[in-house]
Each structure stands twice: as structure tokens, then as C-alpha cells.
């Protein structure tokens, strides 16, 4: 696979630097049986810019730093949105005690509490920072926004926030069909769905931004 890879980088840096249109080539290699998507990701790796040969774009680079970022920004974001999701959970159960709770009774709901509104005042403004930070970055450098690390988490945050949705949902339709739907289960149906919906709303909107530019 990877010398097929470099073949068909080889033929494309060779057809642009002799001067063919980028649809000819497309063309070309498309009635030769290679996917679209595979030779537009190649042609993409070149600048459409008036000169002789062909100009390579910055290609994505894995670097520590990069990789240290990108996993502390995902981390801090689970992990408030985990404690977020407890938080509210417990006020919900707060204002709907359930006396068969052994929780309840024992003072775990207080404890609960204490132990996400912590987490929530460290690793939120954490979470803030890193975004903040890596938005100028690359701001400065658009080329950043190709970091594979970053790709890979976000479509792993993509298909966790999916599955927590779908999990929500079924769910939700379980009890329903069983009659056994409550003010205080549906409030924590809504929690679910709140916070991976925007979760997942957001990144999807990154990666679709993503591709309009490119």
C-alpha cells in the first residue's frame, strides 16, 4: 500500500511539473481506477501558486508538545463534562429525592457534589486555556489544524459523544415502552443529551469548517 502511496505521489508531482490542469490528471487517474478521495488528498498537498514546479504545502507533523496539548485539552474536556454531567445529576436528585436511595441517606449526594464541583473549578478553566491557546497557535500557523493527533481525537470524541447519544435515547424509549417514565428520569435524559449533543454539535461543526477550507 505504501508504494502504491508513492507512486501516485510520483506521477502527480510529475504531471504538474509538466504542466497539466489538475482535472486532466484527475481524470486520468480515475479512469485508471484510484479513488477520488485519494487523489484529491494528494493534489491538495500542492499550492496552486504560478510557478514552475510544484510547490508543496506544510504537511501535518506529529511533535511531543502537540501531542502533549491535544490529549490534556481532550482529557479536561471528558472530564468536565463527566463531573458536569454528575452535578447536575445530583441537583436533579436533590430536588427529587428518591428515599430508597441508600445513597441519599448516607450523605453521598453532598460528597458527590463536592467531588464534581472540584473537578469542574480546576479542570474547565484548564480545559479553556488549552483550547485558547491552540486557537492562535493556529491562527498563526493554519497548518497546525492538520495535526493528526488532533484529527484522531476528535473523531474519537465524535464517536463517544454519538454513543452516548444513542445509549440516551434507547434508554429513554425503554422506559417509555415499560410506563415507567418519571420527571426525575427524563430530567437526567435531557442532562445526557444537553451536554454530548453540544459536545459532539461542536466538533462536527470544527471538522466541517475544516473541510470549506480546504
Known amino acids: 500500500m505504501a508504494t502504491a502511496t508513492q507512486e501516485l505521489e510520483r506521477f502527480v508531482h510529475e504531471a504538474l511539473a509538466r504542466g497539466e490542469a489538475r482535472p486532466r490528471i484527475e481524470a486520468a487517474l480515475a479512469a485508471a481506477g484510484w479513488p477520488p478521495e485519494e487523489v484529491h488528498g494528494v ?5 496552486e501558486v504560478d510557478f514552475p514546479m510544484p510547490v508543496p504545502r506544510p504537511r501535518a507533523h506529529l511533535s511531543p508538545r502537540d501531542a ?4 490534556l485539552l481532550f482529557a479536561t474536556l471528558y472530564l468536565s463534562a463527566w463531573h458536569l454531567g454528575s452535578l447536575l445529576f445530583d441537583l436533579v436528585n436533590h430536588a427529587f429525592p ?5 445513597a441519599w441517606a448516607v450523605g453521598g449526594l ?3 457534589m463536592r467531588w464534581s464541583v472540584a473537578s469542574l473549578v480546576i479542570a474547565f478553566p484548564v480545559f479553556l486555556w488549552i483550547a485558547r491557546l491552540l486557537a492562535r497557535e493556529e491562527a498563526r500557523n493554519p497548518g497546525r489544524r492538520l495535526s493528526a493527533v488532533r484529527r484522531w481525537l476528535t ?8 454513543t452516548v447519544l444513542i445509549g440516551d435515547l434507547i434508554a429513554l424509549v425503554h422506559n417509555v415502552l415499560g410506563g415507567e417514565l418519571t420527571l426525575r428520569f427524563g430530567l437526567k435524559v435531557l442532562v445526557v443529551a444537553v451536554i454530548a449533543g453540544t459536545v459532539f454539535g461542536h466538533y462536527l461543526r470544527d471538522l466541517r469548517r475544516e473541510e470549506r477550507e480546504a
Request: hydrophobic share 55%; proline share 8%; no cysteine.
Open 43 to 47: 493534489l491538495a498537498g500542492y499550492a
Open 68 to 71: 502533549f496539548l491535544h490529549l
Open 98 to 102: 428518591d428515599p430508597a436511595d441508600p
Open 110 to 112: 453532598a460528597q458527590s
Open 155 to 162: 473523531y474519537l470524541t465524535l464517536f463517544i459523544a454519538a
